[in-house]
């Protein structure tokens, strides 16, 4: 840690001395939760973190779903009874499926569009979760780990990351993999919310890709598209412009480590049921996009390569990089509005990060480890 001042220094040593020495980083994981989307949280868990809670956001399906989801994966590890899991927004700020779909008329389609793909009832009939029409409905055939057999904690998730950052003042990281709604709700509702935080770290910021959009397949430039930032651009930029005293962009850097099928029977040499749903179902064609930013913030040493800049997020509607990023040096960044500097990863430790998921999937945490 560094300070400009020693009189900012004095005040920092004076409020970490605050905070009890020795305790574990508490962590809220806000995502759009799935079948194989666990890893976060247990690489978290083997890491020693405290997990407050999961919230579940609206990014690849709505907030409902994605909640349940969060709930049946831990279910799955009989990690419910120490884990709570709150429900976040259904909608983002301004953005809705038909403002979407417009946009992209305009502006062309992007290639994954999460919860505001059109409605198509086949696919969820078949295992899709759901996009568009009513955020309220839940596909149960989409929960290839089992239906959860207990219930959400709360629906309250902006109001729920107050009151813990207000518990536990400067130990709270919040972990934003999916949408940034909830967590833009919970800066509006409470101007000490996020300087009260530890920190930010979020997976998605991608910057300088658009080649990469046009000079490969579909596929090249879906793993570099953007959508939890896009599927809320106000709220990202709700989210990303607040005061916590740290945030981390993970964004080009999540597209590093790539699973192979090769990894994936090494992990599946201990069998249990996380292991199992890995093995079955994270599939070989995606990064690690959300493990590789929960990495980035558990030990300094995980991230190789870095780099800072003053941060914005487009948010003009007519815009074809609206809700992306743009990044800015001190000389010249806006003067009318207040950015944060941000770090942005570059390049992680992919061996540590294997390794790290390969622990947390075989040798799970249980309830009992956390007491
Ligand atoms: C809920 O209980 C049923 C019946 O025991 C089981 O089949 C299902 O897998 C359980 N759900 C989860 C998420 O563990
Ligand atoms: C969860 O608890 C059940 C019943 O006690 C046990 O059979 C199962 O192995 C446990 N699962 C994990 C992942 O610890
Ligand atoms: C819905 O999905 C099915 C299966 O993928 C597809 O055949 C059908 O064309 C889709 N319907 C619409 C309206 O897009
Ligand atoms: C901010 O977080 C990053 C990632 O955990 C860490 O490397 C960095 O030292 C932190 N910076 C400050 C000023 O705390
Ligand atoms: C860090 O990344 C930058 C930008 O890609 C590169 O110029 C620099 O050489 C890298 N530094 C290290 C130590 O890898």
Not at 130 to 152: K, W
Not at 267 to 291: C, H, I, M, R
């Amino acid at each position: 840690m560094k300070f400009p001042s020693p009189t900012l220094a004095a005040a920092a040593a004076s409020f970490l001395s605050l905070v009890p020495v020795g305790s574990a980083t508490k962590v809220i994981l806000d995502n759009d939760w799935s079948t194989a989307g666990f890893i976060p949280f247990l690489l978290a868990l083997n890491a020693g973190w405290d997990v407050l809670g999961l919230v579940g956001d609206t990014s690849n399906s709505w907030a409902l779903q994605t909640s349940l989801h969060g709930l049946a994966t831990l279910e799955v590890g009989n990690l419910s009874s120490c884990i709570p899991v709150y429900k976040g927004a259904d909608y983002p700020l301004l953005n809705t499926p038909e403002l979407f779909q417009a946009w992209e008329e305009v502006h062309g389609v992007l290639p994954w569009q999460g919860a505001f793909a059109p409605e198509n009832l086949t696919e969820e009939a078949a295992g899709a979760d759901p996009t568009s029409g009513d955020p309220n409905r839940v596909a149960q055939a989409a929960f290839l780990e089992g239906y959860p057999n207990g219930t959400l904690t709360g629906e309250y998730a902006a109001a729920w990351m107050i009151e813990q950052v207000h518990k536990y003042p400067g130990e709270v990281m919040i972990y934003a993999a999916g949408g940034m709604t909830n967590v833009a709700l919970a800066v509006r509702m409470d101007p000490e919310f996020a300087k009260l935080a530890k920190g930010l770290v979020i997976m998605g910021g991608y910057i300088d890709v658009n080649l990469l959009q046009v000079t490969g397949s579909v596929n090249q430039a879906d793993m570099n598209s953007d959508i939890n930032l896009m599927i809320d651009p106000e709220g990202s930029k709700i989210a990303l412009t607040a005061d916590f005293p740290n945030i981390t962009i993970v964004g080009n850097a999540a597209n590093q480590v790539m699973p192979t099928q090769a990894y994936w029977d090494e992990v599946y040499q201990v069998k249990n049921p996380y292991t199992s749903l890995a093995y079955n179902y994270y599939g070989t064609t995606f990064a690690f996009w959300d493990e590789t930013a929960m990495f980035a913030v558990l030990d300094p040493a995980n991230v190789l390569n870095s780099t800072s800049f003053y941060l914005d997020v487009d948010t003009a509607w007519s815009s074809p990089t609206y809700g992306n990023i743009h990044g800015y040096q001190e000389a010249l960044m806006p003067t009318a509005q207040k950015l944060q500097k941000v770090n942005y990863v570059l390049e992680v430790d992919s061996t540590k990060l294997l390794a790290e998921i390969k622990q947390s999937l075989q040798y799970p945490k249980t309830c009992a480890d956390l007491c």
